[in-house]
């Protein structure tokens, strides 16, 4: 299993990033995944989760209305669209297979002016 995240860097309040997951070495189709996040002493949070066909979605209260998940099975690619993000978004983000318990290295997401 191999997860690489991607799209990070630094945006001012109110922007916007496209963060995206690109994985091989298993049946994509197949599982249902989710993004989290870990800011600098805290621990991990779940931000969103996607069903494997993408049917199904949820999300952290704190990101409702402004992230969006969604996933390309043909591409083998997962993607978090966020929208309206705020310093509190700061934090390294990672893609995760809840059955396999498999992470991507991580993508760091900064939210400052």
């Known amino acids: 299993v191999r997860l690489v995240e991607y799209g990070g860097g630094l945006v001012q309040p109110g922007g916007s990033l496209r963060l995206s997951c690109a994985a091989s070495g298993f049946t994509f189709s197949s599982y249902d995944m989710n993004w989290y996040r870990q800011a600098p002493e805290k621990e991990h949070e779940l931000v969103a989760g996607i069903s494997n066909t993408g049917s199904y979605t949820n999300y952290a209260d704190s990101v409702k209305g402004r992230f969006t998940i969604s996933r390309d099975n043909a591409k083998n690619t997962m993607y978090l669209q966020m929208n309206s993000l705020k310093p509190e978004d700061t934090a390294m983000y990672y893609c995760?297979?809840?059955?396999?318990?498999?992470w991507g290295q991580g993508t760091q997401v900064t939210v400052s002016s």
């Open positions: 995760h297979v809840p059955r396999s318990g498999s």
